[in-house]
């Protein structure tokens, strides 16, 4: 089995349902505006997107704290997990600046870019080297799986509706969300600016605030 050591995101829009139409059952662009400027928020959950997210445990993790979508992932019970790992590519920044709440990110240097990327390739390689080796002695996955680390990709379905959508672009496209969930962000943004355009051009007029 090869290792496969990878800095993508994927992000797959599987279904939606829907559009501007649903919203206002009219394709009226004043009273989108209007629904969205006075925060009248229940009619953008008429439409509803289901979207393939395949990332890092460690993204997961921040993902899965938006608890109004419904989410569906791979079990490392009942699967053996696929040998993927997330290696950060040289735009992602590496140094840390600052104080809690107030950090700033900087480009790693040529050195810690190396280091980094030749850690993770070891301290991946080791742990999928004790994964193998206790599934061959015959230790259940969801033991063997102990020795994995956060890198290690995972997949899973996100269910959820407009609103539901734009509160979390809110968050997580900003600036100071995590490098590799922005990634994520901007690609469902990407995928729902193609189920409901006029929604998400007025979200942009409307300075992306949340519903
Ligand atoms: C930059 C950043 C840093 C963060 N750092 C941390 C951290 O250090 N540690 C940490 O634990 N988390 C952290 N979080 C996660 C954060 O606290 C939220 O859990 C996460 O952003 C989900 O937001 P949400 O609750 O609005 O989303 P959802 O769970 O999708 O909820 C959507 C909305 O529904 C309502 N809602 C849902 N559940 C409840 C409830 N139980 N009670 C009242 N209202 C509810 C709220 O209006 C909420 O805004 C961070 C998030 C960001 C963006």
Redesign the pocket.
Known sequence: VTVTFTDKIGVTLVDSMGGDESVVHAERKGLLNFLMTNRHASPFEHVTATFLVECPIFVVR?VH?????SYNEVSGRYSVLEPKFYIPNEDRPLQQIGKVGAYNFAPGTELQQEHTREQLTAAYTAAWGHYQFLLNQGVAKEVARMVLPVGIYTSFYMTGNLR?FL??LV??T?Q???YEIREMAFQIETKLRTVAPTCLDLWDENNRR?L
């Open positions: 921040e704290r938006h608890r109004t979508f539901n509160n979390f968050l997580r900003s100071d969300a995590l949340g």
